[in-house]
């Protein structure tokens, strides 16, 4: 069985930084992509940013610049380092992971929530 369990959620004054951690246990092999998704009330969850096969990094174009995501894979953790955060960036931020041979285990985590408000 595999989990992810997000941490580093909270209120942020705008213009303020979090570190979102998201840890994965169990026993995920091939790696097919980990990463970052957020949902805002009343939208759809959008990608933020992944690892995707090779390393590769994908960010969405409203973080570019401001978000960094960066991984321990010894420790099975992913982490997003927020700055700059604007109130639009407001939403529950989930871990995500797809792993298998043929990429066909996705899993979420229960998601954190990240408030930017003066």
């Known amino acids: 069985q595999v989990q992810l369990v997000e941490s580093g959620g909270g209120l942020v004054q705008p213009g303020g930084s979090l570190r979102l951690s998201c840890v994965a246990s169990?026993?995920?092999?091939?790696?097919?992509?980990m990463g970052w998704y957020r949902q805002a009330p009343g939208k759809q969850r959008e990608l933020v940013a992944e690892?995707?096969?090779?390393?590769?990094?994908t960010y969405a174009d409203s973080v570019k610049g401001r978000f960094t995501i960066s991984r321990d894979s010894a420790k099975n953790t992913v982490y997003l380092q927020m700055t700059s955060l604007k109130p639009e960036d407001t939403a529950v931020y989930y871990c995500?992971?797809?792993?298998?041979?043929?990429?066909?285990?996705?899993?979420w985590g229960q998601g954190t929530q990240v408030t930017v408000s003066s």
């Open positions: 995500n992971v797809v792993f298998g041979f043929r990429a066909e285990y996705d899993y």
């Open positions: 169990g026993r995920l092999f091939s790696i097919d992509a």
């Open positions: 690892f995707t096969g090779g390393g590769r990094t």
